[in-house]
């Protein structure tokens, strides 16, 4: 019987992967009726044998997928890794099962050597770590997700595009969707990105952001005056720098209680690459000086919507405060 382990960090490869070992086995349309999914937080052995020994219903393959097996069994900290247990003959009752079927074992996460399921289902699986694209590796995906989606662009906004996004392929796939159906077959060029792809314009609060936390006055209302020429909305933009001051304030609890990067990343919601940059930019940034900027960001908010400042005014007042807090 074929098994495969997928695992990584790299989620959105890993998910492709099983995508294509569906599209391959269904040869004959059954599939989708042959598919088992099993909770592995929660499997038993004896359930996932009797998922691997039925026979296909009318059709030639049978596929059962598992997520969260083989992390039972990962060490982590000071815990040492689970003994297999009840899980011992696992992989000998898997030289037992029917041929049809195919099992697949999915870890969204890094997996030890020393995981001891891991380790005695190796000489029988297909094993393959998925981790995060980098430097050549991800300009080359980059490539041949525009190839398939008969999408040109240019090396500028090529650039600018991973910049933004880094190597958070989700985003990267659903935003080259997003230019390809804006392009039709036109070369997308780097205004095009900062135009269309969202997180330019979160980028470009962050250093706004970054100027005000620097005490950059005049950089500050420059990029200020710079996005309101552009077309952005005075409340749009207040939006933005308050989500970003709330991520440097939760940023900033987080490193203070010695959290990391998959941490921040996980109670912000936002991609490694992100969450480093808030964490790293939370870290200049006092506790007192984040929440004072934050009494700010309500008060401007308050005098915008109660009329006693245009927007515009409110905005750059607003900027100006920000940067003449102090240090510390």
């Given at each position: 019987?074929?098994v495969?382990?997928?695992?990584?960090?790299?989620?959105?490869?890993?998910?492709?992967?099983?995508?294509?070992?569906?599209?391959?086995?269904?040869?004959?349309?059954?599939?989708?009726?042959?598919?088992?999914?099993?909770?592995?937080?929660?499997?038993?052995?004896?359930?996932l044998?009797?998922?691997?020994?039925?026979?296909?219903?009318?059709g030639?393959?049978?596929?059962?997928?598992?997520?969260?097996?083989?992390?039972?069994?990962?060490?982590?900290?000071?815990?040492?890794?689970?003994?297999?247990?009840?899980?011992?003959?696992?992989?000998?009752?898997?030289?037992?099962?029917?041929?049809?079927?195919?099992?697949?074992?999915?870890?969204?996460?890094?997996?030890?050597?020393?995981?001891?399921?891991?380790?005695?289902?190796?000489?029988?699986?297909?094993?393959?770590?998925?981790?995060?694209l980098?430097?050549?590796?991800?300009?080359?995906?980059?490539?041949?997700?525009?190839?398939?989606?008969?999408?040109?662009?240019?090396?500028?906004?090529?650039?600018?595009?991973?910049?933004?996004?880094?190597?958070?392929?989700?985003?990267?796939?659903?935003?080259?969707?997003?230019?390809?159906?804006?392009?039709?077959?036109?070369?997308v060029?780097?205004?095009?990105?900062?135009?269309?792809?969202?997180?330019?314009?979160?980028?470009?609060?962050?250093?706004?952001?970054?100027?005000?936390?620097?005490?950059?006055?005049?950089?500050?209302?420059?990029?200020?005056?710079?996005?309101?020429?552009?077309?952005?909305?005075?409340?749009?933009?207040?939006?933005?720098?308050?989500?970003?001051?709330?991520?440097?304030?939760?940023?900033?609890?987080?490193?203070?209680?010695?959290?990391?990067?998959?941490?921040?990343?996980?109670?912000?919601a936002?991609?490694?690459?992100?969450?480093?940059?808030?964490?790293?930019?939370?870290?200049?940034?006092?506790?007192?000086?984040?929440?004072?900027?934050?009494?700010?960001?309500?008060?401007?908010?308050?005098?915008?919507?109660?009329?006693?400042?245009?927007?515009?005014?409110?905005?750059?007042?607003?900027?100006?405060?920000?940067?003449?807090?102090?240090?510390?």
């Open positions: 019987m074929p495969y382990v997928f695992y990584g960090q790299d989620t959105f490869s890993l998910r492709e992967a099983l995508a294509q070992l569906r599209e391959a086995l269904d040869t004959d349309g059954s599939l989708w009726a042959n598919t088992v999914s099993l909770d592995g937080a929660r499997l038993r052995p004896q359930e044998v009797e998922a691997c020994q039925a026979t296909p219903f009318l030639q393959h049978r596929l059962v997928v598992v997520q969260g097996l083989l992390g039972r069994f990962q060490a982590e900290g000071r815990r040492r890794a689970q003994a297999l247990g009840p899980w011992q003959g696992l992989a000998d009752a898997l030289t037992q099962m029917p041929p049809s079927t195919h099992l697949v074992l999915l870890e969204e996460g890094t997996l030890e050597p020393a995981n001891p399921l891991l380790a005695s289902l190796c000489p029988l699986a297909q094993v393959r770590e998925f981790a995060p980098s430097g050549e590796e991800l300009t080359r995906w980059l490539g041949r997700r525009c190839r398939r989606l008969g999408l040109r662009l240019s090396e500028r906004a090529a650039r600018l595009l991973l910049q933004l996004l880094g190597n958070d392929l989700w985003a990267l796939a659903a935003e080259l969707d997003k230019l390809a159906a804006y392009a039709g077959g036109e070369v060029r780097e205004a095009d990105v900062r135009l269309l792809v969202t997180p330019a314009r979160e980028a470009s609060v962050f250093d706004l952001t970054a100027a005000v936390s620097e005490g950059r006055h005049r950089d500050a209302l420059r990029l200020l005056r710079d996005l309101l020429a552009q077309g952005e909305e005075p409340l749009g933009l207040l939006a933005l720098l308050h989500r970003q001051y709330r991520r440097l304030l939760v940023a900033r609890y987080v490193s203070e209680r010695g959290g990391n990067e998959q941490e921040a990343a996980r109670e912000l936002l991609p490694p690459w992100a969450a480093r940059r808030a964490l790293v930019q939370a870290r200049r940034l006092p506790l007192p000086r984040l929440r004072a900027a934050y009494r700010l960001l309500v008060e401007a908010d308050a005098a915008i919507k109660r009329g006693r400042l245009a927007p515009e005014v409110a905005l750059e007042t607003l900027v100006y405060d920000l940067a003449a807090l102090p240090a510390a």
